[in-house]
């Protein structure tokens, strides 16, 4: 140990390549400091968050990397975030990223994929909230195992009393089914609709989270455009089923993000094929094929993940455990912790250009 000197490490460390960013360590200038501590050697590294995903991949290549020249050595990598302060925004204070899951229309499946999107990001280690906006039907104290209860009360440290989300499968739910009857529809028109809103992003307390996964209304009207611009986002995810009439609709979602600058991190297939027991190698491709590449390369848009139609999705979603919990080793739930591992990826990407360039406007 005596003999490897910490610019030789430093060296090593700096050209492993950051698997999300595709760029260096070095590069990057994610090495803060390298220690040797008696006969151990300590590695410090800041990196863009979240780290959740990367650290084991990053740690995996160091170590393949030293053990590989210094087989005897002993080291720990100790991996924090480069800051990123939200702590002043005037909306959603303390949430770092805010992901939209949309949909053009209605019965693909979108609040389905949100909540278990959003446990697959709590399973990694995030802090996580996920917020029903659909005010019309909300769907997530269901898929969470919460119908029937009502929120609580929370003072904030500035003094103001504000709505508590509910907790279940480490992630904060919020939803307008919280403070209606399960039975209740909400029946309201223009004005109204400011109010209910309001009171689902500006009246509930999240504290500090890694995610907020925002479950949209489905559709593309004035609701969709009036959240997504006054939400300081970090991309979108528009679900869509491999149908033409899907596909349409996904087309006018990627247009209302671009008209109000948010960023669609990608599109997810969902329904894609159907297999059978008896017929695993066999998919049918119930709803036609290849729909979700075709319109993510007309777009321009990377195609996130295709979901095969899975009864369990529906069966675990009624009994308020979303499958990645229910069911964690399917081949449905990897695929879900797939693509929710790319949209970790994406947002990656994004918060290097915010740290690359601070002086990035964000509409809030």
């Given at each position: 140990?005596?003999?490897?000197?910490?610019?030789?490490?430093?060296?090593?460390?700096?050209?492993?390549?950051?698997?999300?960013?595709?760029?260096?360590?070095?590069?990057?200038?994610?090495?803060?400091?390298?220690?040797?501590?008696?006969?151990?050697?300590?590695?410090?590294?800041?990196?863009?968050?979240?780290?959740?995903?990367?650290?084991?991949?990053?740690?995996?290549?160091?170590?393949?990397?030293?053990?590989?020249?210094?087989?005897?050595?002993?080291?720990?990598?100790?991996?924090?975030?480069?800051?990123?302060?939200?702590?002043?925004?005037?909306?959603?204070?303390?949430?770092?990223?805010?992901?939209?899951?949309?949909?053009?229309?209605?019965?693909?499946?979108?609040?389905?994929?949100?909540?278990?999107?959003?446990?697959?990001?709590?399973?990694?280690?995030?802090?996580?909230?996920?917020?029903?906006?659909?005010?019309?039907?909300?769907?997530?104290?269901?898929?969470?195992?919460?119908?029937?209860?009502?929120?609580?009360?929370?003072?904030?440290?500035?003094?103001?009393?504000?709505?508590?989300?509910?907790?279940?499968?480490?992630?904060?739910?919020?939803?307008?089914?919280?403070?209606?009857?399960?039975?209740?529809?909400?029946?309201?028109r223009g004005p109204m609709l400011a109010g209910y809103f309001s009171m689902l992003f500006?009246?509930?307390?999240?504290?500090?989270?890694?995610?907020?996964?925002?479950?949209?209304?489905?559709?593309?009207?004035?609701?969709?455009?009036?959240?997504?611009?006054?939400?300081?986002?970090?991309?979108?995810?528009?679900?869509?089923?491999?149908?033409?009439?899907?596909?349409?609709?996904?087309?006018?979602?990627?247009?209302?993000?671009?008209?109000?600058?948010?960023?669609?991190?990608?599109?997810?297939?969902?329904?894609?094929?159907?297999?059978?027991?008896?017929?695993?190698?066999?998919?049918?491709?119930?709803?036609?094929?290849?729909?979700?590449?075709?319109?993510?390369?007309?777009?321009?848009?990377?195609?996130?993940?295709?979901?095969?139609?899975?009864?369990?999705?529906?069966?675990?979603?009624?009994?308020?455990?979303?499958?990645?919990?229910?069911?964690?080793?399917?081949?449905?739930?990897?695929?879900?912790?797939?693509?929710?591992?790319?949209?970790?990826?994406?947002?990656?990407?994004?918060?290097?250009?915010?740290?690359?360039?601070?002086?990035?406007?964000?509409?809030?």
């Amino acid at each position: 140990m005596t003999n490897i000197k910490s610019e030789e490490i430093n060296q090593l460390l700096g050209e492993i390549i950051d698997p999300d960013l595709n760029l260096t360590l070095k590069e990057l200038g994610s090495i803060d400091r390298i220690e040797f501590d008696g006969s151990d050697l300590k590695i410090y590294l800041k990196l863009i968050q979240p780290i959740y995903w990367v650290a084991e991949k990053l740690n995996k290549l160091i170590n393949d990397n030293i053990v590989s020249k210094y087989p005897d050595i002993v080291f720990e990598v100790l991996i924090s975030e480069v800051a990123q302060d939200v702590s002043n925004r005037a909306i959603l204070p303390g949430v770092k990223n805010i992901i939209a899951i949309s949909s053009g229309k209605g019965g693909v499946g979108k609040s389905s994929l949100a909540s278990n999107i959003a446990v697959s990001l709590a399973k990694s280690g995030a802090k996580v909230g996920i917020l029903d906006a659909d005010v019309y039907g909300p769907s997530q104290p269901t898929m969470f195992g919460l119908a029937g209860r009502q929120m609580g009360a929370v003072r904030t440290p500035e003094g103001a009393t504000m709505g508590s989300p509910i907790e279940a499968h480490g992630v904060k739910v919020g939803s307008m089914g919280f403070v209606m009857e399960q039975s209740q529809a909400a029946i309201v028109r223009g004005p109204m609709l400011a109010g209910y809103f309001s009171m689902l992003f500006e009246q509930i307390w999240w504290g500090n989270l890694d995610f907020l996964i925002l479950d949209l209304p489905p559709g593309t009207g004035d609701i969709q455009l009036t959240m997504v611009q006054r939400l300081p986002l970090s991309g979108a995810v528009v679900i869509t089923t491999p149908q033409e009439i899907s596909l349409s609709d996904v087309r006018r979602s990627i247009k209302m993000f671009e008209k109000v600058n948010v960023d669609v991190l990608g599109i997810v297939e969902n329904m894609s094929w159907f297999e059978t027991e008896e017929l695993p190698q066999k998919k049918f491709y119930i709803f036609g094929e290849g729909g979700g590449e075709r319109v993510a390369k007309e777009t321009g848009t990377d195609l996130l993940g295709q979901v095969p139609l899975d009864t369990a999705i529906r069966e675990n979603g009624d009994g308020g455990t979303p499958i990645v919990v229910a069911k964690a080793q399917s081949p449905v739930s990897q695929k879900i912790n797939e693509l929710t591992s790319k949209i970790v990826s994406k947002v990656r990407k994004k918060n290097l250009q915010i740290a690359q360039n601070p002086s990035i406007e964000i509409n809030i």
